[in-house]
């Protein structure tokens, strides 16, 4: 599509050696620049996405503070804690992807692709695991949820909020995921080198976008049951 | 009655007339306005039309003092309507202190009415001229809107809450009550008649109804057939509550346990009842159970009447007309009681 | 074929040579070559199909609306099927009409144009937003296949989550996608105005219409990812019965009224802005002169897209709110009347000592001057606490902002379609015709709207299937003027699919009018311009000596 008869005649084509240069851009900085811009803003959408949800949890949160630690303390710390350090983990893996690509240690960009997603898809199991408890203790809004706390139907609002704020978190990382096998095919097809990597790095600020609404979530529905508990004995 | 073919509203209510004053000045200013925009452009468009194809316009003459000059005199003039305005809502949102307690419940797609003396009506409110009405509104489904244009106020009625308006007519006449909040298939047929009388007409009016018993004094049945006297015990038997005496209690400061102090208001009251554990009293065990489906919207709002009537801690129900701490909300109350615990409450216990 | 010769030598070329140069039209031809584009232009005029088609259907459920209303008595239709038709009119219009009309289209097409760029920065993505926004609206439109929704536009708790029987779900869904279209546009756009400006094209070298879009992104860019949330839990709450608005478990619908005007609010700004912008461009070019005060208008843009974002808790001052929080709003919204009112007098101003033609697009604009002008000062009488009480929920609502996004928004993307629609086909259209259907949507506008201002006072509520006898007479006159603002909109669409290959050939320029987008061919070729534009000076700048001899080029409609 690059070729059409006017294409040829504009005097910035001649700068058209770069093969991933995209025809509406003069230079490659000017991609670069320009993507990572657009990331950008798209993590403040994302940022105003998720902070419509936080500010329902702080209403509630703080009209119903018992109900809420109640619901809270039911949730598995443990799980929550070694799904943290996986998404960390992650983070770290999905750095050295992109320091791998700056260094032109091509077959290192697929290692570290492939092994944030493996890290992703751990957390994905272990919250998985979750959910499965939270169906057999009937912990799921609906019809059948059951909770031997104080105001059941205020706790039902916290895991109203609960699956939704990690539901919509974990669909972000399947997402993520599926853009990684993307780029990590890409890589084993030598696409990226220390010339190019710039999907990578745009990638990778969605990634740690995303560890960091988990680092919000973890203290929020996890250990705020820990903290109240301890305040009301 | 009314003109077939209005173009301004009838005017009922006391402050009906100030929302008109403010409504027409601000109709006068957006009307000059709109000329002088509409002038300049029409004459601009006259003096300087093109007259041969090749004309351009003259360079511009910028000129910050036209540009600070038509910022700040529009600021002005609003910020003086606004102070206008405030000052208007004010008088519509705080009642005066001699307002008597209504309800109204909103439901699809009707409006239940009560007056304190217990009378209730559907899609009609009669009221005495001359009299403030406080209004308590709320909903058994969905959010509607109680609207008496004549009176120029209207307020939501939400589901879960009580909200308020108050007015007081200042001529007897049939005013249209509207729903003003979309609310579904009848929504528009949830309209009715505010029925402004004399208050000799209105007293004879409630005389020739079926009116029941006050609403406190049904408030105070209630008190007993749903048992609450087992624990909210005052006086000689208070070693035996279980939970906080509730006399003096309406309109003062509540301690929490969570440390928290929340003033005891018709809603407070109400997520009391609803959800007892929401909120529990200093140095009292969260053992009430929930009375979820098992009142009603207008039971509960008896409930409240009942409450509000009872005196502080150690009178008698009775006595609760202008108690020390009642405070001014307890005015309407006051009215209420002045006839009806005495007889009714204590009387009650053997009814059901 | 070699067209190298042609294309080297621009802009002189007569109107009968226009169309064997290569354009973004005749770059390619068939189905495919449309529907996997990514030139923005072509985008530009997928989404003016679009767009018109949700537009004719939203004055449709409009008609039946008014016809319903021409008698007290709801005679003509069941009251379920009113209301459904009355919310499908709002739900169509705002999100897949007004809110993508502007900028999805004119935005759209003129954004690299009027910056000297190929393209926007991302145009895979701006060919999705298009795909994005169609399936929205297949999802609104199977949902009113099957009968509709019935909750308003504005989905309010508890009725659309649990008393509403219809199909929120899948329109709250295709609204939440269309949401999407909207972050692509608006993302794209920031990124292009940020990134590819033409060299020497300075911030306060951009047109106004750049400003203007500048600040409907930004509003995009913060409110549309709230409504998508908001929408995406009434959704959840009413697939799953979850209880976050629903009072009977301590839910708060209230919240959700926040959380919904925290976008629709700011969603008025997305309508009105991109309309301001175009306003600002025509009335330079048809008045040939600088707009006055560029720079406030343009900071006026960014102010109100800022302040927007305070202002609405307005739209709740009976809804039991506290009276502090309605004090707050209530002087925060007469705040935002400020910028409108700076745009309003600066292009009134511009008039002054102008040189100024009553070509159809002008004639749309200086409308939209007058009904916005009315439909702001309407908003800050709404603003004000003491008659808001009043007329809340009332017709006079209906009217105000029908008078801002009416008269305002339509009357601007009819006028900017005018404008450059030799720019987008290199055709004219009949003078007389187009100069007839101004005439007819001002006065059927002023006809259907006003009286609402006189209903709502007297307190006709708003979504009311049948209403007392002694509002018939405003009524009729409102369903009149409808009827005369249908004939003003069929219009326009006939005698633009017509001249689309009837119409006289435009020649490059046919207004005379300066800007980088007249600088190229119309339309242009697929890449924008033969060589690459720099800029040495302001957007409207009419007065230089090499302005002038282009200035013979006006064109006369007939």
């Known amino acids: 599509m690059a070729s059409s008869p006017i294409a040829e005649t504009h005097p910035a084509n001649t700068a058209h050696h770069h093969p991933s240069l995209q025809h509406q851009f003069d230079t490659l900085e000017q991609q670069k620049e320009s993507s990572t811009l657009g990331m950008w803003i798209f993590l403040v959408t994302e940022i105003m996405f998720f902070g419509g949800l936080f500010l329902a949890y702080v209403v509630y949160r703080s009209t119903y503070p018992q109900a809420f630690a109640a619901a809270s303390h039911t949730l598995n710390v443990l799980m929550g804690g070694i799904n943290t350090a996986v998404l960390i983990g992650s983070s770290l893996t999905m750095a050295l992807a992109i320091w791998a690509a700056q260094v032109n240690w091509r077959k290192g960009i697929v290692l570290f692709l492939l092994l944030t997603i493996a890290l992703g898809s751990t957390f994905l199991v272990v919250k998985a695991f979750e959910y499965r408890e939270k169906f057999e203790h009937h912990h799921v809004p609906g019809p059948n949820f059951e909770f031997d706390g104080p105001q059941p139907e205020h706790a039902e609002i916290y895991f109203s909020l609960y699956f939704i704020m990690t539901g919509l978190h974990a669909t972000h990382m399947v997402i993520g995921i599926a853009i990684l096998g993307v780029l990590a095919w890409f890589a084993y097809k030598g696409k990226y080198d220390s010339s190019y990597y710039n999907p990578l790095e745009v990638t990778g600020l969605y990634w740690h976008f995303v560890d960091i609404v988990w680092i919000f979530l973890f203290p929020l529905l996890y250990l705020l049951g820990a903290h109240l508990h301890g305040a009301a004995h | 009655m009314r003109s077939t073919f209005p173009l301004f509203p009838q005017s009922a209510s006391t402050y009906s007339g100030e929302v008109d004053r403010l409504f027409v000045s601000w109709s006068v200013i957006s009307a000059f306005f709109t000329i002088l925009i509409a002038g300049l452009i029409l004459y601009f468009m006259a003096r300087y039309r093109r007259r041969h194809p090749e004309e351009v316009g003259e360079s511009e003459r910028a000129a910050m003092w036209l540009e600070i000059g038509w910022s700040v005199i529009p600021l002005l003039i609003m910020l003086a309507m606004f102070a206008w305005g405030l000052r208007v809502f004010v008088n519509i949102y705080r009642p005066p202190a001699d307002a008597v307690e209504y309800t109204a419940i909103g439901r699809q797609w009707m409006w239940k009415v009560q007056h304190p003396s217990g009378q209730r009506e559907i899609n009609t409110l009669h009221i005495p001229v001359g009299q403030p009405i406080k209004l308590t509104l709320s909903s058994e489904d969905v959010i509607h809107s109680f609207f008496i244009p004549a009176f120029r106020v209207k307020q939501d009625a939400v589901p879960g809450r009580y909200t308020s308006m108050w007015f007081s007519a200042i001529k007897p006449g049939v005013y249209h009550l509207f729903c003003a909040e979309y609310c579904g298939t009848e929504h528009s047929r949830m309209i009715g008649s505010v029925i402004a009388m004399e208050p000799r007409d209105y007293e004879s009016w409630l005389a020739g109804g079926t009116a029941g018993k006050s609403m406190a004094a049904s408030g ?58 929401a909120k529990i009293v200093a140095g009292w065990d969260p053992v009430m159970p929930t009375f979820q489906g098992q009142v009603s919207e207008e039971q509960l709002t008896q409930l409240i009447a009942y409450i509000r009537t009872l005196g502080p801690a150690g009178s008698a129900p009775a006595g609760g007309t202008g108690g020390p701490n009642a405070g001014a909300t307890d005015a309407a109350g006051g009215q209420v009681d002045a006839n009806t615990p005495q007889t009714a409450g204590p009387a009650t216990p053997e009814k059901k | 074929m070699d067209t190298t010769a042609v294309a080297r030598s621009p802009i002189t070329t007569t109107p009968e040579t226009a169309f064997e140069r290569p354009n973004y039209l005749n770059a390619a031809y068939g189905m495919r070559s449309w529907l996997l584009t990514r030139d923005h232009k072509r985008i530009a005029i997928l989404y003016l199909i679009s767009v018109t088609v949700f537009f004719a259907l939203g004055g449709l459920m409009a008609a039946l609306v008014r016809l319903e209303l021409l008698t007290p008595e709801g005679d003509m239709m069941q009251p379920d099927t009113y209301n459904r038709v009355f919310t499908m009119h709002g739900i169509v219009m705002v999100f897949f009409f007004l809110i993508p009309a502007i900028p999805a289209v004119l935005g759209n097409f003129l954004v690299p144009l009027m910056i000297g760029a190929k393209d926007l920065a991302m145009p895979r993505l701006n060919l999705a937003s298009w795909y994005v926004y169609n399936i929205g609206g297949a999802f609104t439109l199977w949902a009113i296949a099957h009968g509709g929704v019935d909750t308003g536009w504005t989905f309010y708790t508890p009725f659309s989550t649990h008393y509403s029987n219809t199909y929120v779900i899948s329109t709250a869904l295709g609204v939440f996608i269309n949401g999407f279209s909207s972050i692509f546009t608006g993302l794209n756009f920031i990124v292009t105005i940020h990134r590819m400006r033409a060299p020497g094209l300075s911030w306060f070298r951009l047109p106004l219409f750049i400003w203007s879009h500048y600040a409907t992104s930004l509003v995009i860019i913060l409110g549309t990812p709230v409504i998508a949330i908001t929408l995406l839990l009434v959704a959840a709450e009413k697939l799953l019965h979850l209880g976050i608005f629903d009072p009977r478990v301590g839910g708060d619908p209230i919240l959700f009224q926040h959380l919904f005007w925290f976008y629709s609010h700011p969603a008025v700004y997305i309508m009105i802005l991109p309309a301001m912008g175009v306003i600002s461009e025509l009335v330079a070019a048809f008045a040939r002169k600088k707009i006055f ?234 890449e924008n311009f033969y060589t690459l534009p720099v800029v040495t000076h302001g957007p409207y700048e009419y007065n230089r000596e090499e302005v002038h001899n282009r200035m013979t080029e006006e064109v006369s409609l007939g």
């Open chain 2, 220 to 277: 105070a049945d209630l008190f007993q057939s749903l048992a609450c006297v087992t624990c909210h015990r005052a006086g000689a038997s208070a070693r035996l509550a279980r939970g906080p005496a509730l006399e003096g209690l309406y309109g003062n400061q509540e301690k929490l346990a969570d440390g928290r102090t929340v003033i005891a208001d018709d809603n407070y009251i109400r997520e009391s009842i609803l959800n007892p554990t």
């Open chain 3, 293 to 526: 005060g560029y720079r406030f208008v343009a900071f006026a843009s960014v102010g109100i897209a800022v302040l927007g974002f305070l202002v609405w808790g307005h739209h709740m001052f009976v809804a039991g709110q506290s009276a502090y929080a309605a004090t707050i709003f209530s002087v925060l919204s007469m705040l935002v009347a400020v910028p409108s009112a700076i745009k309003v007098f600066n292009w009134t101003a511009t008039l002054y000592e102008g040189s100024i033609s009553y070509q159809t697009p002008m004639l749309y604009a200086l409308g939209f001057i007058g009904l916005f002008t009315i439909g702001g000062l309407t908003g800050v009488m709404l603003a004000t606490l003491g008659i808001d009480v009043h007329v809340h929920d009332t017709y006079f609502i209906v009217a105000h902002f029908h008078y801002v996004m009416v008269g305002g928004t339509i009357m601007a993307y009819l006028g900017g379609l005018h404008y450059w629609w030799p720019k987008i086909s290199g055709r004219l259209y009949p003078g007389f015709l187009s100069k007839l259907s101004a005439l007819l949507v001002f006065v059927g506008f002023n006809l259907t709207f006003f009286p609402q201002f006189i209903l709502g006072y007297l307190g006709m509520p708003r979504r009311y299937w049948s209403y007392p006898p002694e509002f018939q007479v405003l009524n009729v006159l409102s369903t009149a003027g409808a009827s005369i603002l249908g004939v003003g909109y069929l219009l326009p669409l006939c005698y633009f699919i017509w001249s689309m290959r009837y119409g006289k050939r435009s020649g490059d320029n046919p207004w005379g009018a300066i800007g980088l987008e007249w600088d190229t061919t119309s339309p242009p070729p697929t």
